[in-house]
């Protein structure tokens, strides 16, 4: 079945940017999904189809794919921007979505 | 605005079973599918599964065969995920959310899975 990977965890101090990978055989052939999730909170989608960004997401928060590795960049990182983030993709071949391992951005 | 309002906690015995309601409303309920998703503590997502509202069509995991099912009743725009034989490695909060697959006409359109409901909490214990 196919398989998402994330680094576990990314550190950034405020202001600066962060970036978290999502690693998966020919990504870049299929649509990634991102969200976001706060601790008690439900996910939310934070980019989609690779770039996109739904209304009241802020144009920190982009997307890209290439090859085999899908990328979220959150520039100019805020306290607020402290989450665990997944990468999303659907799996044409078992009709069903994957989900990446996620990954906690913490905002030192 | 377009909102999934899942069902209150439950506690639950090794054995038995447990359904979840996942109530939807600003939208056409039987347009889109219904993808339920867990996740326990300090853990990832877990697909579980999905299901098409109108046509009642299914698709489970795997993993999940046999001790799921998934259901709706369109006249109150609620669907449903009953799993059976619990454990306790069943405890987790189990979110429902919309999509990705807007159906229209005889077209299929692929959008994301969003939104997620507020997620319900099963505890598994004796």
């Known amino acids: 079945s196919y398989v998402l990977t994330q680094p576990p965890s990314v550190s950034v101090a405020p202001g600066q940017t962060a970036r978290i990978t999502c690693g998966g055989n020919?990504?870049?052939?299929?649509?990634v999904h991102w969200y976001q999730q706060k601790p008690g909170q439900a996910p939310i989608l934070v980019v989609y189809?690779?770039?996109d960004r739904p209304s009241g997401i802020p144009e920190r928060l982009s997307g890209s794919s290439s090859g085999n590795t899908a990328t979220l960049t959150i520039s100019r990182v805020e306290a607020g921007d402290e989450a665990d983030y997944y990468c999303?993709?659907?799996?044409?071949?078992?009709?069903?979505?994957?989900f990446g391992t996620g990954t906690k951005v913490t905002v030192l | 605005q377009v909102q999934l309002v899942q069902s209150g906690a439950e506690v639950k015995k090794p054995g038995a079973s447990v359904k979840v309601s996942c109530k939807a409303s600003?939208?056409?309920?039987?347009?889109?599918?219904i993808n339920w998703v867990r996740q326990a503590t300090g853990q990832g997502l877990e697909w579980m599964g999905w299901?098409?509202?109108?046509?009642?069509?299914?698709g489970y995991a795997q993993k999940f065969q046999g001790r799921v099912t998934m259901t709706r009743n369109t006249s109150i725009s609620t669907a449903y995920m009953e799993l059976s034989s619990l454990r306790s490695e069943d405890t987790a909060v189990y979110y429902c959310?919309?999509?990705?697959?807007?159906?229209?006409?005889?077209?299929?359109?692929?959008?994301?899975?969003?939104?997620w409901g507020q997620g319900t909490l099963v505890t598994v214990s004796s």
């Open positions: 189809d690779d770039s």
């Open positions: 999303q993709v659907w799996d044409s071949s078992s009709d069903h979505p994957v």
């Open positions: 299901m098409n509202p109108n046509s009642g069509n299914t």
């Open positions: 959310a919309r999509g990705p697959r807007y159906y229209y006409y005889d077209s299929i359109i692929w959008g994301q899975i969003d939104p």
């Open positions: 020919n990504i870049g052939s299929k649509s």
């Open positions: 600003g939208y056409t309920f039987t347009s889109y599918d």
